[in-house]
């Protein structure tokens, strides 16, 4: 796991507050109670901080799971 994996997971657990071992790239949007509108903007603003990056709002509102999420940031933080 790279550093910008790790920190990742460390944002997605606290946020949506999960054990890392329960963090899958599965883990959807909607099907996770925790993971509901105020905690996704949190999850976003965290990471937006984290990782000094901006997400588009079509990019929020395309992020379902948590492979959504390490899809974008991996495209993010490689341009």
Excluded at 67 to 72: F, K, S
């Amino acid at each position: 796991m790279t550093d910008a994996e790790h920190t990742l997971a460390e944002i997605i657990s606290k946020v949506l507050l999960l054990e890392k071992n329960q963090l899958t790239d599965d883990l959807k949007r909607g099907d996770y109670e925790p993971w509901d509108s105020m905690a996704h903007l949190i999850l976003i603003s965290e990471i937006e901080n984290e990782f000094d990056i901006f997400f588009e709002d079509d990019e929020v509102v395309d992020i379902w799971t948590v492979a959504d999420i390490r899809v974008l940031l991996s495209k993010k933080i490689s341009s």
